[in-house]
Nanobody
C-alpha cells in the first residue's frame, strides 16, 4: 500500500486545515502522526478500520477530528483552532494486510503562525 498526503500549508493561529491521505488499496487502522525536527514522531490520532473507534493525543482532543472514507481508501484529519505548537510535518500511517504491515506517507508540512 502506498499513501499520498495532501492539504498541508501555512495558516494563522486559530485557523483550520484539513489533511487528506489516499491509500492505493484497502487498509486496516489508519492514523496521523507528526514530527518536529530533532524530536521523535508522535501520535496525533488513529481510527479503526470501520471508523467506529478513534484515539487522540491529549494535546489535540477537542480540536482535531479524524475520519475515513473506505470507499475512497482515504483518511482525513480536520484541524481546528490551530496553535503555533501544532507546527510540524504530519505523516499518514496505515496498517494493511494479514500481518498488519505499516506504511507511511511522505509527510506534509503544517505551519501555524502566531
Amino acid at each position: 500500500v502506498q499513501l499520498v498526503e495532501s492539504g498541508g500549508g501555512l495558516v494563522q493561529a486559530g485557523g483550520s486545515l484539513r489533511l487528506s491521505c489516499a491509500a492505493s488499496g484497502s487498509t486496516r487502522s489508519m492514523g496521523w502522526y507528526r514530527q518536529i525536527p530533532g524530536k521523535q514522531r508522535e501520535l496525533v490520532a488513529t481510527i479503526s478500520s470501520d471508523g467506529e473507534s478513534t484515539n487522540y493525543a491529549d494535546s489535540v482532543k477537542g480540536r482535531f477530528t479524524i475520519s475515513r472514507d473506505n470507499a475512497k481508501n482515504t483518511v482525513y484529519l480536520q484541524m481546528n483552532s490551530l496553535k503555533p505548537e501544532d507546527t510540524a510535518v504530519y505523516y499518514c500511517n496505515a496498517k494493511w494486510g494479514l500481518l498488519y504491515i505499516s506504511a507511511w506517507g511522505q509527510g506534509t508540512q503544517v505551519t501555524v503562525s502566531s
